[in-house]
């Protein structure tokens, strides 16, 4: 792998904790922020559970976080290695494809009707945080690479190559 691509996985697992803390500051906001709630409702949980049943809450949780970083890092890598520049809009357009992708197949998989779902309130509630967060990771990953593509020289004489 190449510097721009570990540079994306870098501001991918940045981007993600971001996206973490927005998660977070959102269920506390709510009431709904609990240990319970992170290690049984977070997606990254539930894939640990469906995957491995239950845990201790210590290993559960740092599964979890394992996961979600290298799942955030994975796509910003990706993001990076396919454009020669990474925009804000870029990072947004990412982003909107994962929730999407979370929405439409992975939360149905897992037992849930994601974008599929009732109309019932607390439904609504989900998709919006969930919006939330997925808008906070794509404008976070998109920002620091706008940073990293400006002040690089070197990317200015020498754009990636496709």
Do not use: K
């Given at each position: 792998m190449n510097a721009r691509t570990w540079r994306g996985?870098?501001?991918g697992m940045v981007a993600t904790v971001a996206m973490t803390m927005t998660h977070m500051?959102?269920?506390?906001i709510a009431g709904r922020l609990t240990v319970e709630a992170l290690t049984t409702k977070a997606m990254p949980s539930m894939i640990i559970t469906r995957l491995l049943g239950p845990l201790p809450t210590g290993t559960h949780?740092?599964?979890?976080?394992?996961?979600h970083l290298g799942?955030?890092?994975f796509w910003g890598a990706i993001l990076f290695r396919l454009t020669p520049r990474v925009t804000v809009w870029k990072g947004l357009g990412?982003?909107?494809?994962?929730?999407?992708?979370?929405?439409?197949?992975?939360?149905p998989l897992l037992g849930h009707g994601g974008i599929m779902a009732?109309?019932?309130p607390h439904r609504a509630f989900l998709l919006l945080f969930s919006v939330a967060t997925h808008?906070?990771?794509g404008a976070t990953l998109g920002w620091l690479g706008s940073l990293g593509d400006r002040k690089s020289p070197a990317l200015a004489k020498n754009p990636p190559a496709h």
């Open positions: 996985f870098l501001w500051i959102i269920w506390a949780l740092l599964l979890a976080v394992a996961i799942y955030g890092g990412l982003a909107a494809f994962l929730y999407l992708g979370a929405h439409i197949f992975l939360s009732s109309g019932e808008v906070t990771y």
